[in-house]
């Protein structure tokens, strides 16, 4: 199992990325998937859960109508939209298979900075 995330960098308040997780040896359409963030000297906040077999998705109170969560099965990638950015949501990204963040690979960094 391998997840690599990408896509971050800095952008201005109120602005808007899209994050993307490859992955390998996983079955997008029968895993429970994850965002997850951490902010410098913060632990590991869950954003997003994507249940699997069309259970829906789930957002983190702190994020809740800024962000779309979806999975394109056939390029094994996993996207995060995020909108509305306020410096707070700096932070490295991670996808997991797991809350807790075990199976996360190398996140990346979105800063939100003026």
């Known amino acids: 199992v391998q997840l690599q995330a990408s896509g971050g960098g800095l952008v201005q308040p109120g602005g808007s990325l899209t994050l993307s997780c490859k992955t390998s040896?996983?079955?997008?359409?029968?895993?429970?998937l994850y965002w997850i963030r951490q902010a410098p000297g913060k632990g590991l906040e869950v954003v997003s859960q994507?249940?699997?077999?069309?259970?829906?998705?789930v957002y983190a109170d702190s994020m809740k109508g800024r962000l779309t969560a979806s999975r394109d099965n056939g390029k094994s990638t996993l996207y995060l939209h995020v909108r509305g950015l306020r410096p707070e949501d700096t932070a490295l990204y991670y996808c997991?298979?797991?809350?807790?963040?075990?199976?996360r690979g190398q996140g990346t960094l979105v800063t939100v900075s003026s």
């Open positions: 997991s298979t797991d809350p807790n963040g075990s199976t």
């Open positions: 040896g996983i079955d997008l359409r029968n895993s429970w």
């Open positions: 994507i249940v699997p077999g069309g259970g829906g998705t």
